[in-house]
Nanobody
Framework: QVQLVESGGGLVQAGGSLRLSCAAS????????MGWYRQAPGKQRELVAV???????NYADSVKGRFTISRDNAKNTVYLQMNSLKAEDTAVYYC???????????????WGQGTQVTVSS
């Protein structure tokens, strides 16, 4: 019913930049929030940044001032601009959307397949 397709991961040197994109498609009625999580080997998945309808955003303390999240509501797409990347940013990054589908009155979470970001020091 709903698909989240991510792109933009890869290998970059410390101090470099990457831009992740995630497009949601399918039977979508409304999207409340879209965001990015990450999971490094041996660690729990953690919130990186989220953009909520109405314009508010939240960031993990570890990425504040370096990462910027933005949404294109017309395209149901969320972006994550990552600057000044550090080795500790290495992880699989997952797109998340909290949305309502046509025919459902409940907000549900949907996840992308994940994209690898590797920062070499």
């Amino acid at each position: 019913q709903v698909q989240l397709v991510e792109s933009g991961g890869g290998l970059v040197q410390a101090g470099g930049s990457l831009r992740l994109s995630c497009a949601a498609s399918g039977s979508i009625f409304s999207i409340n929030a879209m965001g990015w999580y990450r999971q490094a080997p041996g660690k729990q998945r953690e919130l990186v940044a989220v953009a909520i309808s109405g314009g508010s955003t939240n960031y993990a303390d570890s990425v504040k001032g370096r990462f910027t999240i933005s949404r294109d509501n017309a395209k149901n797409t969320v972006y994550l601009q990552m600057n000044s990347l550090k080795a500790e940013d290495t992880a699989v990054y997952y797109c998340n959307a909290e949305l309502v589908t046509w025919g459902s009155r409940r907000r549900l979470d949907y996840w992308g397949q994940g994209t690898q970001v590797t920062v070499s020091s």
